[in-house]
């Protein structure tokens, strides 16, 4: 094959004509032809949009306006031959810089790891067997198979379609999805027009489709005009832009407030210029956030991080805040409070009922008659069972190294097992049967059906399907011997309500004898003429880490609520099992078309269990919660709940069985499809969101209180305490570590035992204001004091300020082990344990303050001198006091507002 590109375009030609230029079959590639044309095409991904250079991105991060005013600064105190002062401004710039530089590089390597997590998948042939793979794995001649749902992975020609409709909108522009079919095209046809063509980017909403990939990567369509599909997340959220806007208008009032006090040094207290120039730039660092965004940002991203470690992968970084006023989560069943490997455990028929034995999707076990082992062949009902259920079946099982697994819908899965275990041929039962027409699942009619043929002559319709939508079919019913008889439907009913109720969802299965010749099946086939065969009952248990994570909710003030398509009885039997709330109240779709709006927002809140629902009911739920004031998150899997994941608060979709529609629509992703993991989001979300106050309530009352030290002194005509070039040391060694630290912090205990925040709650609420004004007026209060002590023992005034710019640095690290625990005691050993990285900050800090105080040539750059050890042991007390001062006012406003979770450390 020398090139999929040929002078007749692929939508001109005939299916056979593709395969034979591709120089592949209808089964698929082998591995090893696989393998060599993935190293003659390369992989089926889009050329990576074009990067910055390093360098620009560094220099980047000088574009800001504080940055403009500090070199500025830098350029004054050149010209007045201040050296050290410009070297430590220039210093600071440099550091701030190299800082956002690599955080942004980590931001950008944790989303690129991302978009790897979120690949898409494809469902292949390959050596004849069915496999899923990453679709960066295709290649030309690849057997693809597509369903409602999938992102079309490569450009791809049909070979058989079902129903098949594709959203083209992306290509195109029509929004109108487009027919498909297997019918060769004219050469000219326009792009819209090639109806025999699956583009890669597009969107299946229809039907069910097997094509043959012909081109990949660069080569598709798509890959034409790739800067449509070019684009790379912003590592950035609402919160971090109000804060970078409030940090900008804080800048320029501070700097206001530093010119006026320019002009009042200078002209009112006739303070030299050099002098007061310093003491303004001191201001401005001290009290200007500079790093405040940038911490922020850090901190957003560790979080996002530490989501996908918990297997909760963020699309949209919003998502992160609004985790951590989640009030109700609305659960899917299937795979996400449940384990999604479920096994047939019964099988009614001919007015018997079977005990199916058997573990996950192995195809092997006993099946129990009462007290007695049974096999297929020796029931002609129990073949047509088996029949049934392998025939009318998209899935396939293989085994691998610790067991069996599946490939397709696991109910599908587990009925091919049934299958394996009535006939004892293994993964591919009935195989002399051959499927020649299908009608495939759709939520409009419930059931599935396919019309197969053997080589004797036979021929046959079999039929699997919500047990209503079968019942409904049916004519008669197979007897013992296999011999129809009156159809009885109060029976089966009957029957569906026990299996159900013992928590088992349950199929119907029925068949029709058709002539040889018959050879296209169409719904008129079905209506009313088809012998039930019974019924099946599969159970999908709950997975264990769910029902902890759902009583970890209940605790944390979250309603957690079912949602599902299963049968009334079945989600109220799973719900019980998981411990959701008020179980055995349960509304199922039909009642919920009989609510108005205000009824159903009434319904929406009391009940947790919902049955027999659509997505179309999803969304009206989804409404109806928020209409209440509730923050909603919501989990889908399919195209349909693409609306009601956009709708939602938070979105959540399924990584593994979830459509490419809903992984696009939501927020976040489920790499493991586990309710576990929406619970662990949740306490991220919460845990980012508590870091983020946290950096706020450090950085803005430590930065209040160094300008404040320096503003009273100049506004009182005080000596100066601490000096501006020690004020920027301070900014450059604490701001850029001690900051930091807190976007590594984890969990707080008890963070799942405090209700959900009010959603438009304020960062900048009441209480930070009042810490900030008491943080200041502490911090101020200790440094003169420490500076008064100091003078009034005789010692020098170098000394004295070098104990004043120690005091102000204890204080700050007293203050950041304060601030770890904001809704707790700090006053316990997990408090003082601390992170590995905190520890790392405060001993780089440590080390640096040692030395500017005790080394000689830093102590003749800054101005130092060394402190006795007695004064040392007295500006750590003194920290020690501060602390305990700020400890008991928080103890005090906890216990006065009920929120003292001392119990919880």
Request: proline share 5%.
């Amino acid at each position: 094959m020398s090139s999929v590109r040929n002078e007749t375009p692929f939508h001109a030609l005939t299916a056979e004509q593709v395969l034979e230029r591709l120089q592949t079959t209808a089964a698929g590639l082998d591995a090893a032809e696989a393998a060599r044309r993935r190293q003659q095409y390369g992989p089926n991904r889009l050329p990576e949009p074009p990067q910055r250079h390093p360098l620009l991105r560094f220099l980047a991060h000088f574009h800001n306006v504080l940055i403009y005013v500090l070199l500025g600064a830098a350029v004054v105190t050149a010209l007045l031959a201040h050296w050290v002062d410009t070297g430590v401004i220039l210093a600071v710039v440099v550091i701030n810089a190299v800082i956002g530089f690599i955080q942004e590089g980590r931001a950008e390597q944790a989303m690129a790891a991302i978009r790897d997590m979120l690949a898409p998948r494809a469902a292949v042939l390959r050596d004849g067997h069915r496999q899923s793979l990453d679709a960066a794995e295709l290649v030309p001649g690849d057997i693809v198979l597509v369903e409602a749902g999938d992102r079309v992975p490569a450009d791809l020609r049909l070979l058989e379609a079902r129903g098949l409709k594709v959203e083209e909108a992306i290509l195109t522009g029509e929004s109108v999805p487009v027919d498909k079919s297997v019918a060769p095209c004219p050469e000219d046809a326009a792009l819209g027009d090639r109806s025999a063509m699956l583009f890669s980017g597009t969107l299946v909403v229809a039907g069910t489709g097997r094509a043959v990939v012909v081109a990949t990567g660069a080569n598709t369509e798509i890959g034409r005009i790739s800067g449509m599909l070019s684009r790379v997340e912003t590592l950035t959220t609402p919160l971090v832009q109000q804060m970078d806007s409030f940090a900008r208008w804080l800048s320029a009032f501070i700097l206001l407030v530093a010119a006026s006090l320019l002009l009042y040094g200078y002209f009112i207290r006739h303070l030299p210029f050099g002098e007061l120039f310093m003491v303004a730039v001191g201001l401005s660092v001290a009290a200007i956030p500079e790093g405040l965004p940038a911490v922020l940002t850090i901190t957003l991203a560790v979080g996002v991080q530490a989501m996908a470690r918990r297997n909760a992968i963020v699309r949209r970084l919003p998502a992160i805040e609004t985790l951590g006023s989640v009030s109700v989560i609305c659960s899917d069943k299937t795979g996400t409070l449940t384990r999604n490997e479920m096994v047939a455990t019964a099988l009614a028929a001919a007015g018997e009922v079977y005990a199916v034995e058997g573990d996950g999707y192995a195809p092997e076990g006993t099946v129990w008659l009462g007290q007695a082992p049974v096999r297929a062949i020796e029931d002609p009902v129990l073949i047509e069972a088996a029949r049934a259920t392998a025939l009318c079946n998209d899935a396939a099982l293989y085994q691998a190294g610790d067991g069996w697994r599946a490939e397709g819908d696991p109910m599908e899965a587990a009925l091919l097992a049934l299958a394996g275990k009535l006939t004892g041929e293994g993964p591919q039962p009935c195989a002399e049967w051959t499927r020649t027409d299908a009608i495939p699942f759709d939520s409009a009619h419930r059931y599935m059906a396919v019309l197969v043929h053997d080589h004797e002559g036979h021929a046959r319709i079999y039929v699997k399907g919500a047990p209503e939508a079968v019942l409904a079919l049916c004519a008669d019913q197979l007897g013992a011997g296999a011999e129809p008889v009156p159809l009885d439907p109060g029976h089966w009913h009957a029957q569906v309500e026990q299996l159900a109720g013992a928590g088992q969802r349950v199929l119907a299965l029925a068949m029709r004898a058709v002539p040889q010749e018959h050879t296209v099946l169409n719904t008129a086939d079905l209506d009313g003429r088809l012998t039930l065969i019974g019924l099946v009952g599969l159970i999908d248990p709950p997975r264990p880490e769910a029902i902890e994570a759902v009583a970890e909710c209940h605790a944390a003030g979250i309603r957690v609520k079912m949602i599902t398509g299963d049968h009334a009885a079945t989600a109220r039997a799973i719900a019980a099992q998981i411990g959701l709330r008020n179980s055995e109240r349960v509304l199922t779709g039909n009642d919920l078309e009989t609510l108005d709006d205000a009824a159903l927002a009434d319904a929406a809140v009391e009940t947790d269990v919902f049955a027999r629902t659509s997505p179309e009911h999803k969304l009206r739920l989804v409404t109806a919660l928020q209409a209440r004031g509730l923050t909603v998150a919501m989990t889908g899997d399919g195209v349909n709940d693409a609306p009601a994941l956009k709708r939602a608060d938070a979105g959540i979709a399924m990584g593994q069985r979830g459509s490419e529609a809903a992984k696009e629509a939501a927020d976040l992703v489920l790499a493991d499809d586990n309710f576990a993991s929406i619970a662990a989001a949740v306490r991220e979300g919460r845990t980012v969101y508590d870091n983020i106050k946290k950096v706020i309530s450090w950085t803005l009352p430590t930065n209040g209180g160094e300008a404040g030290t320096l503003l009273l002194a100049l506004l009182a005509g005080l000596a100066l305490p601490i000096t501006p070039l020690q004020i920027l040391w301070v900014n450059l060694i604490t701001a850029v570590t001690l900051g930091l630290a807190l976007a590594f912090e984890p969990t707080e205990p008890g963070t799942m035992r405090r209700p959900p925040r009010p959603r438009h709650e304020p960062l900048l609420t009441g209480q930070l204001v009042w810490q900030i004004v008491l943080t200041t007026a502490l911090v101020v209060a200790a440094v003169f004091g420490i500076y008064s002590y100091a003078t009034d023992r005789g010692h020098s005034e170098a000394l004295a300020q070098t104990m004043a710019l120690n005091t102000l640095v204890v204080l700050e690290i007293f203050y950041l082990f304060f601030i770890r625990r904001m809704h707790s005691t700090s006053l316990t050993w997990a408090a003082v344990r601390a992170t590995p990285v905190m520890w790392g900050c405060l001993l780089a800090v440590t080390a640096a303050q040692f030395a500017i105080t005790y080394l000689a040539p830093l102590q003749g750059v800054f101005g130092t001198t060394a402190i006795p050890f007695w004064d040392g042991v007295l500006i750590v007390a003194v920290g020690a006091v501060f602390f305990a001062l700020v400890e008991v006012e928080k103890q005090m406003r906890l216990a006065l507002s009920g929120r003292n979770d001392r119990r919880a450390s």
